[in-house]
């Protein structure tokens, strides 16, 4: 009977006690949040003493024994994005000194997370015919140019970018011609 006489709001943790006889309150008093909604977690902060500890020391050993057990899920998600686990944030930790490290780092379009930068790729040669366009005359493009390729470590999009000198040529060209 005891532990329907108070409760703690699970909004602000103020200990509510509630007359027995008009039953428990729907509301706080002291936040006005709701005690009983869909947002709420049930928690059972009271212990009997007959439980002991038997039963925590057994569910910490269960908790340890599946921390023990490598997780790769991650690698194969249904929708290709990545879990969490610990193989990803021990990863997460070489991500981030990756980008720090970075003179660009893009936005992954998909997701919005920092792209890292997995290379660079020169583009043209015989293989590659520019187009002219008809206003200027010139292909926008040098052959060959270069692009520096992105990958996102969240979704693996994957995204291509000028090197900064070929944008420099692209724009000097588009002057040249205005």
């Not at 509630?18 to 947002?39: K, Q």
């Not at 969240?154 to 011609?177: G, K």
Request: hydrophobic share 25%.
């Amino acid at each position: 009977m005891q532990e329907q006489e108070s409760q703690v709001c699970q909004w602000c943790l103020s200990e509510i006690i509630w007359d027995e006889e008009v039953g428990p309150e729907t509301h706080c008093p002291h936040c006005e949040n709701e005690l009983s909604a869909y947002r709420s977690v049930q928690v059972g902060l009271a212990r009997d003493e007959e439980q002991g500890n038997s039963e925590d020391d057994s569910d910490e050993e269960d908790w340890q024994d599946e921390e023990d057990e490598p997780d790769t899920s991650w690698m194969n998600d249904e929708n290709g994005f990545r879990g969490g686990n610990r193989s990803m944030l021990a990863a997460e930790g070489v991500i981030q000194r990756m980008i720090d490290e970075q003179l660009e780092v893009p936005e992954c379009p998909a997701c919005r997370e920092y792209m890292l930068e997995t290379g660079t790729q020169k583009v043209g040669g015989e293989g590659y015919k520019p187009s002219e366009n008809g206003a200027i005359g010139i292909s926008v493009l040098p052959n060959p140019h270069t692009i520096h390729l992105y990958v996102c470590p969240s979704c693996y999009h994957t995204a291509s970018f000028l090197s900064l000198r070929d944008r420099e040529e692209m724009v000097s060209r588009l002057e040249a011609h205005s």
